[in-house]
C-alpha cells in the first residue's frame, strides 16, 4: 500500500521563498528531478545510456523517423547536447543515422534493431512512471494538467517577431548595478 499525502496537504514552502511563484517554480523543478529517479536508478547503468541518449531513443521510436532538430524542438533539450547523444546512440549500434537524399543538410534518424530492443523494453518503463505519477488525479484532474502544461510550454517557447525567445529576453539577469539587463 502506497503512503500518500492528503489532497488537502500543501508542501512546505522552499526555504526563503515562501509561497509565492518561486516557490512554485522550486517545486516544478523539484518534481523533473523526481521523474528523473526511475531513469537513473533501472534504466541508466542497466543499459548505459544517458538522459539525453534516452530521450532521443524514445523520440524516435515513436516517431519511426525523424530528424535531430525535430528531435530537440519536440524534447526542448537543445541541439547541441540532442547532436551529442544521437552520435552516442550511433556509435553504440543503437541509432542510424542517413542523409536526406532530398535535403542534404538534413539526416534522418532511425532506430537499429538494437535500437528498437532497447525501445520495446523502456517504454512500457516510461508508462509505468506516468501511470504512478498520475494515479491520485481524477481523468478531469489530468487534463487540467495537461492543459495548464501545454500553455506553460507555449509561454516558454513564445517567439517575438524577429524569432528570439520572449522567455529568454524577458528572463535576461539585470548588471551588478540593477540598472538593467546584461547584453550578451
Known amino acids: 500500500m502506497r503512503a500518500t499525502a492528503g489532497a488537502a496537504d500543501s508542501p512546505p514552502p522552499h526555504p526563503g521563498l515562501g509561497g509565492n511563484k518561486a516557490a512554485l517554480l522550486h517545486r516544478l523543478l523539484k518534481l523533473t528531478n523526481r521523474l528523473m529517479a526511475p531513469f537513473s536508478t533501472h534504466l541508466q547503468h542497466r543499459y548505459r545510456i544517458s538522459l539525453n541518449e534516452f530521450r532521443v531513443l524514445m523520440t524516435v521510436g515513436a516517431l519511426k523517423r525523424t530528424a535531430s532538430h525535430e528531435v530537440a524542438e519536440l524534447t526542448g533539450v537543445n541541439v547541441m547536447s540532442i547532436s ?6 550511433e556509435k553504440d549500434g543503437r541509432l542510424l543515422v542517413e542523409p536526406d537524399d532530398a535535403n542534404r543538410r538534413r539526416k534522418w534518424l532511425t532506430l537499429t534493431d538494437e535500437g ?3 525501445y520495446t523494453i523502456m517504454r512500457p518503463q516510461s508508462e509505468k512512471v ?3 505519477m498520475l494515479s491520485e488525479l481524477s481523468d478531469g484532474e ?9 500553455q506553460l510550454v507555449a509561454t516558454l517557447e ?8 520572449l522567455f529568454l529576453e524577458n528572463t535576461r539577469p539585470e548588471d551588478d548595478t540593477g540598472q538593467g539587463a546584461i547584453s550578451d
Open 142 to 150: 489530468v487534463a487540467q494538467l495537461d492543459r495548464l502544461v501545454m
Open 130 to 132: 506516468a501511470e504512478y
Open 158 to 165: 513564445a517567439r517575438d517577431d524577429d524569432g528570439n525567445s
Open 116 to 118: 528498437r530492443r532497447l
Open 84 to 89: 551529442r547523444a544521437v552520435a552516442a546512440l
